[in-house]
């Protein structure tokens, strides 16, 4: 699945590749504060790896919190079963 992953990754790259060498006309790029001038191949490539990295963040994010919860989760299930063990083996004495 991992090699899927890095297939259809490179073949984005090289679509992105593709676009931005046939689009070699200037244009202008309104932003919040200012505008420019930018080739669209550029802005394409910029705008891609921006995306790229804001996805890449954003799963990065989610990736680490669901892992850590779960090595929090192991090592609760691990402490309750050895608790639970030594109950079965020492029983609780009743007065």
Not at 33 to 54: D, P, V, Y
């Amino acid at each position: 699945m991992r090699i899927i992953g890095i297939v259809i990754l490179i073949f984005s790259f090289l679509v992105a590749l593709a676009l931005g060498a046939q689009n070699q006309g200037i244009v202008n790029f309104n932003y919040l504060l200012a505008q420019g001038e930018f080739k669209l191949s550029m802005l394409l490539g910029i705008i891609f790896g921006l995306g790229f990295l804001l996805g890449w963040v954003a799963c990065g994010t989610l990736y680490l919190k669901a892992r850590f919860s779960a090595n929090s989760l192991k090592k609760k299930v691990n402490r309750q079963q050895k608790e639970l063990d030594q109950l079965r083996v020492d029983p609780v004495k009743e007065h």
